[in-house]
């Protein structure tokens, strides 16, 4: 019998979590490339809006979600629960398996959830245009289904050999009215000096974000927006972790291992993070970051400062990273193939490391697995 648990449309959380505030450290502040130290609100604000840069640093418990962004979250969610009856029988496994499937959304993926809330911020700041980099499209899809909605022009650059082995995703962010660009471009010169050096260069998420970054510092009518890594983006996610614990609480559940994805960080932390205050209170539950095997940024990567975009525009970020100038295979180009990590979820897994040399309570595990790329937009938790 297949199991759904859902949601009444009046359900659909009215906040989100920041996690924030609950955190007993306090993470490293992203620094200026230039002197090294805390980067300003005032540079940053050459390529965010205002409101996001508050988000970015606020350590208020929970923020109210507006009544605009609520208005086109409520045209796809709640988003189901789903218990994996089959998957439990193939495995012959006593325990209970639940995925969060956020397939549902106009765009198909768990992106909409933060790109919705960034076009909302950006139009009431005045901004025209946003511009942004997709690996597989999830991402450059959701910005411009949300660009749309807010009346918004999107430009997308989108890394090239994902641009060449999806063209759907090209058509679908251009029903939208995205205007998408394979990078490394002509139309920048970051990526005119890449193709100079490279002309059959794939392309990477850190070359398309330094072509959308050189695009926003240029225009004052263009904002950035980036769709994982930074802690507004995993604050509008926390959605997701939000409504799996209504969903569980309903049919009397209580999760012992939570997993999720681990591409920038933004699918995994909105499943966990509604969850650490659990964790920091003594509750046994575990949380594991499945990451590819071709891009294992946290299993493999170095954890400190780097920048989050190959050319180097970007702040410094604290996280793990495999180096800016990390290029994956050209089959594996697309989406889950960032070179860094979230800052948060970065620390949360530094943070269990120490502890569990200690032979202390891991805050987050992490794992690298392969698993099929269309289980992007699944997060899935076990009850035992």
Request: hydrophobic letters at 35%; aromatic letters at 8%; charged letters at 25%.
């Amino acid at each position: 019998m297949r199991i759904v648990v859902n949601l009444k449309p009046e359900e659909i959380p009215k906040h989100w979590y920041n996690v924030l505030a609950d955190l007993p450290f306090k993470l490293d502040p992203p620094l200026d490339p230039e002197t090294k130290q805390p980067i300003s609100p005032e540079k940053l604000s050459v390529i965010f809006p205002m409101s996001l840069i508050e988000q970015e640093v606020s350590e208020e418990r929970f923020i109210e979600i507006p009544e605009p962004v609520l208005k086109e979250y409520a045209v796809y969610r709640p988003t189901p629960l789903i218990r994996a009856t089959f998957l439990e029988e193939y495995l012959q496994t006593p325990a209970r398996i639940y995925y969060k499937y956020e397939g549902v959304s106009p765009t198909g993926s768990h992106k909409p959830n933060t790109a919705i809330a960034q076009a909302y911020y950006n139009k009431i700041e005045g901004v025209k245009r946003l511009v942004t980099e997709t690996g597989a499209g999830q991402w450059g899809s959701a910005l411009s289904y949300a660009g749309a909605k807010f009346g918004l022009e999107v430009k997308v650059f989108m890394v090239k050999i994902s641009y060449q082995q999806k063209p759907m995703r090209k058509y679908m962010m251009n029903l939208f009215g995205g205007k998408v660009t394979p990078s490394p471009s002509e139309e920048t010169n970051f990526g005119k000096k890449i193709l100079s050096e490279d002309p059959d260069n794939p392309g990477s998420l850190g070359i398309a974000i330094s072509e959308a970054l050189e695009v926003a510092v240029s225009d004052p009518n263009t904002k950035y927006s980036l769709g994982s890594v930074l802690n507004h983006v995993l604050l509008h996610q926390t959605v997701i972790g939000l409504e799996i614990k209504k969903q569980l609480e309903l049919i009397g559940e209580k999760p012992d291992i939570l997993l999720g994805c681990h591409g920038g960080g933004s699918n995994f932390g909105g499943t966990i993070l509604p969850f650490v205050p659990d964790k920091l209170s003594g509750r046994d539950i575990r949380f594991v970051a499945c990451e590819p095997a071709a891009c294992p940024s946290l299993t493999k990567g170095n954890y400190d400062y780097d920048f989050g975009d190959t050319a180097g525009l970007t702040p410094l970020l604290k996280m793990y990273t495999l180096g800016k100038d990390f290029i994956p295979p050209k089959i594996h180009a697309g989406g889950l193939r960032y070179h860094g990590s979230a800052p948060i979820i970065a620390r949360l897994v530094k943070e269990g490391s120490k502890e569990s040399e200690r032979r202390r309570k891991r805050t987050c595990d992490s794992i690298h697995s392969e698993r099929p790329r269309s289980a992007r937009s699944h997060s899935v938790r076990v009850r035992r």
